[in-house]
């Protein structure tokens, strides 16, 4: 990594800051995430799964669940700010041998990513764009993606940032956020060879809702 590689908006954002801003009670993302999370594990039977824009860890106390019951081999956690991957290595350090961190820029270097049967993506869409989540896809091959997009509520002056005293640690955010509909997204998973399987919606509190879409490689159907 030279002195001059552009950094990464989220490589500077503290976990803390992160975490504490999706926990309020008037957003609610990091807890319903939680619960998204146990659903998507349930559903497919992989022995390999890549969790893109793992954060701090959220939701891997269910991979724990399923590493215990011996149907999860491997597990990939992707970020690109590595603070993020050392906190997921410490929350999860029982998990060492099935648990994998591998930091990556999804937008520059999609190549180095393992291949994996089960893809899970969840608010990661809007910050890379459909675009560098095809070629994701491509390199992953998975058999099955479930992803999250948020659904912002429809208000004059609504901002895609719930308004929070952490507000302004994601101000730069804006030069990669993308946003997303669902139809978008359903359609560039087709134009690479997956067809929809189904879609969830999770209300939040302010208004806004996560959207739950799984896909399945067409030939898995």
Same mark, same amino acid.
């Given at each position: 990594m030279?002195g001059?590689?552009?950094?990464?908006?989220?490589?500077?954002?503290?976990?803390?800051?992160?975490?504490?801003?999706?926990?309020l009670?008037?957003?609610?993302q990091?807890?319903?995430?939680?619960?998204?999370?146990?659903d998507?594990?349930?559903?497919?039977p992989?022995?390999?799964?890549?969790?893109?824009?793992?954060?701090?860890?959220?939701?891997v106390d269910?991979v724990?669940?399923?590493?215990g019951e011996?149907?999860?081999?491997?597990?990939?956690?992707v970020?690109v700010?590595p603070?993020?991957? @050392?906190?997921v290595? #410490?929350?999860?350090?029982?998990? !060492? %041998?099935i648990l *994998?961190c591998i930091?990556? $820029?999804?937008r =520059?270097?999609p190549g180095?990513?393992?291949?994996?049967?089960?893809?899970?993506?969840?608010?990661?869409i809007?910050y890379?764009g459909?675009a560098c989540?095809?070629?994701?896809?491509?390199k992953v091959?998975?058999i099955y993606?479930?992803c999250v997009?948020q659904i912002?509520?429809?208000?004059?002056?609504?901002?895609?940032?719930?308004?929070s005293?952490?507000?302004?640690v994601f101000?730069?955010l804006?030069?990669?956020?993308?946003?997303?509909e669902?139809?978008?997204v359903? @359609?560039?998973?087709r #134009?690479?060879?997956?067809?929809? !399987? %189904?879609?969830? *919606?999770?209300?939040?509190? $302010?208004?806004? =809702?996560?959207?739950?879409?799984d896909?399945?490689?067409?030939?898995a159907?």
């Open positions: 030279g001059n590689r552009m950094q990464n908006p989220w490589e500077k954002i503290p976990l803390k800051d992160y975490e504490a801003h999706m926990s009670e008037s957003v609610r990091l807890q319903a995430m939680h619960e998204i999370m146990r998507q594990l349930n559903v497919y992989a022995e390999s799964l890549m969790i893109l824009g793992v954060a701090g860890g959220n939701g269910y724990r669940e399923k590493a011996g149907n999860l081999k491997k597990v990939y956690g970020d700010n603070s993020y991957l @050392e906190t290595r #410490q929350r999860y350090a029982d998990l !060492k %041998g *994998e930091r990556v $820029n999804l =520059k270097e180095r990513l393992p291949q994996a049967e089960f893809v899970i993506a969840n608010l990661l809007e890379v459909c989540f095809q070629d994701v896809i491509r091959r998975p993606v479930s997009i912002n509520a429809v208000k004059t002056g609504e901002t895609w940032v719930s308004d005293p952490y507000l302004h101000d730069d804006e030069s990669v956020h993308h946003q997303m669902e139809q978008m359903k @359609e560039s998973m #134009q690479i060879g997956y067809l929809a !399987k %189904g879609s969830w *919606e999770y209300p939040l509190p $302010n208004g806004k =809702k996560l959207e739950r879409m896909f399945a490689m067409s030939h159907i």
